[in-house]
């Protein structure tokens, strides 16, 4: 079965710094979805990679996708108070009969200090 | 637009207790439908899914039953909770090729 690590669990880091995330599959990945999540809430979709290679930006976010379909990074740049939050990478197999069967990775925590 | 409803936002059983949780969608049809669990070290697990109204595959063995009884309502229940039940839990709606979309969640707690 698919397993996502992402790295680092925690991050800490001042407001207006950029910082970056990654998240690295244990086997190729036919679609990665980054979401965020605010503690007790649910999930946020920020983005959806397919192709090797593939980059996509909403507003400061950007997502990449590397060209082995293997390892995918989040990078924020100037950070500011309001991305704070759980960020998680999922991906799943070729869709089932139409059904989306996710894995996720276990999250990163990041803070925005003032 | 498509939302996606989830109640109660939060509860508090005991154990031994049944279970009912709902999760409606609005704004389409056919969607398909999940319940997953997030529980603390465990990251964000797919319990059920649904392709269609009576069709419901389960992921994982646990104490825990889903149906699908009309087109966008879907609902995670138990007969009797075990302290394990306890966890966040969170319904998704997609449809082709969509991302998953989420509801804001229900915080199960087991007393």
């Known amino acids: 079965s698919q397993e996502l690590e992402q790295s680092p669990q925690s991050l800490i880091v001042q407001e207006g710094k950029n910082l970056t995330i990654n998240c690295t599959s244990s086997k190729t990945l036919y679609g990665l979805y980054w979401y965020k999540q605010k503690y007790g809430e649910g999930l946020i979709f920020l983005m959806m990679?397919?192709?090797?290679?593939e980059e996509k930006s909403h507003e400061k976010i950007t997502a990449k996708l590397d060209e082995k379909k293997q390892q995918s990074s989040l990078h924020i740049t100037a950070s500011q108070p309001s991305h704070a939050g759980i960020y998680l990478c999922?991906?799943?197999?070729?869709?089932?009969?139409?059904?989306?069967?996710?894995?996720f990775g276990q999250g990163t925590r990041l803070t925005i200090n003032p | 637009s498509q939302t996606i409803h989830q109640w109660p936002a939060t509860l508090v059983q005991p154990v031994g207790s049944p279970l009912s949780l709902e999760c409606t969608v609005e704004g389409t049809s056919n969607p398909n439908l999940y319940w997953y669990r997030q529980a603390a070290g465990r990251g964000l697990q797919l319990l059920f899914y649904s392709v269609g109204i009576g069709q419901i595959s389960s992921e994982v063995p646990q104490n825990l039953s889903a149906s699908r009884p009309q087109d966008r309502q879907f609902i995670l229940s138990s007969k009797k909770l075990l302290l394990s039940d306890s966890g966040f839990y969170l319904c998704a709606w997609t449809r082709g090729n969509q991302p998953q979309h989420f509801g804001d969640g229900t915080r199960l707690s087991i007393l």
């Open positions: 990679l397919q192709k090797g290679g």
């Open positions: 999922g991906a799943g197999p070729p869709s089932s009969q139409g059904a989306q069967k996710l894995v």
